[in-house]
Each structure stands twice: as C-alpha cells, then as structure tokens.
C-alpha cells in the first residue's frame, strides 16, 4: 500500500470515526443541499469523507485499494489526486443537480472519488480482475464496475440509505473524462471500451432520473 493511498484511507476512517460519534460533526460537514445553497460549498468535500456505517466505508475504502494502482502508475500522483477529487467533486455537483429541489437532501459517502478510480483503472488496465469474498472467482473489472453502475440505478430511487448514489454516476464520468485528459491515446487504444462504460453510465443516469 503507498502512502499517499494510506493517507486518504485514515483521512475517511478519522471523519467517519469522528462523524459517527459526533452527531454535530455529522451534520455539519455532510452534503447537504439547503446548506450548500447558502453557501456552505465546503461540503462538497467535506461530506466525502463521511460515510453512513463502518459497511459503508470498508466498501469503498476496499474498492479503492483494488482499482488506484493503475491509475497511480499511468498518471502519477498528481493525476491519481486529480481524478480522486475530480471523482469527488463531480460526484457531488451532479447529486446537487437531481436534489437540487429538495433542500433537506443530504447524503455521504467517498463514492464519487472512487468509482473515478475504478473506471479510470479499467480504462488503463481493462484486462485486470478482482476476487470478490468469500466467492473465489475472478471477476473481470468492467464487470464489477458495470454491476456497480446498476445497483447504483437501483440506490438512487428505492433506497433511504444516506448514501449518494448519484455520485457515482458523476465520479465514473469524470474518471472517464479526465483519464482521457491525461492520456489522449486512450480514445485509440480504448474506443470499445469507452463507448460501452459512457453508454452504461449515461443509460443509468437516464433511468435513474425518468424514476426520479
């Protein structure tokens, strides 16, 4: 594990932990739509290092841990952080959008940066697998992040979760985007691959906002 992925691993574990046993800091550093209308846009990023339940943060924080090593290799640490906080803050501005109407919206979660992270790694490595446990099978990528994308659509309309579903849509978007920013050759190298994980986010993010 490096350290700069160390660093943002405690940096969510200390507000989680803090957050969970704070309600106060809870609520004042989580997405929060009335809030960030009057001009507290510090949540944008603050309410990514939050997360709803121990569950929640192992999830993404074990999602990371597989997908940043090719996106560190590929672009550095400077352009591994800007994807991560590209991811974030995309991530929120697009759950800003679709509850941009419902002041009391709130939502946590580092599922913007991450799944920036994820589909940034399959862009760059689309042959890479994970095991998922206690199933001890391979698992391709862009499968994964696929399945992902859909439980998502599934998250944004039937579940009262606190988690920002939306994000996900906006994180997976900019991770496409800004990975073709820093690698141009992607579009030659990887053109199936991008039309099929654009399609898949763009179709979720249509579903999601017809059931909205």
Do not use: C
Not at 165 to 176: T, V
Request: charged letters at 10%; proline letters at 3%.
């Amino acid at each position: 594990m490096s350290f700069l992925l160390l660093v943002i691993i405690l940096a969510n574990a200390a507000f989680t932990y803090r957050g969970l046993n704070d309600y106060s800091f809870f609520e004042k550093y989580k997405f929060h739509v009335g809030a960030i209308r009057h001009g507290e846009h510090y949540r944008l990023i603050t309410g990514a290092f939050l997360h709803a339940g121990w569950g929640h943060f192992f999830f993404n924080m074990i999602t990371l841990y597989f997908f940043y090593r090719p996106v560190v290799a590929y672009t550095g640490t400077t352009g591994f952080l800007l994807v991560y906080f590209g991811g974030m803050i995309a991530g929120n501005v697009l759950a800003y959008y679709f509850h941009q109407h419902q002041a009391f919206y709130s939502a946590v979660g580092a599922s913007g940066a991450v799944n920036a992270v994820v589909f940034s790694a399959i862009l760059f490595n689309p042959d890479a697998s994970i095991i998922i446990f206690p199933v001890p099978i391979p698992i391709p990528a862009y499968l994964y992040a696929v399945g992902y994308l859909l439980y998502t659509s599934f998250g944004m309309k039937n579940l009262n979760d606190n988690i920002g579903h939306e994000a996900h849509f906006g994180g997976a978007a900019a991770g496409i985007v800004l990975s073709v920013i820093l690698f141009p050759s992607l579009v030659k190298f990887r053109l199936t691959m991008l039309i099929i994980l654009s399609a898949v986010i763009v179709g979720g993010m249509l579903y999601a906002r017809k059931k909205a």
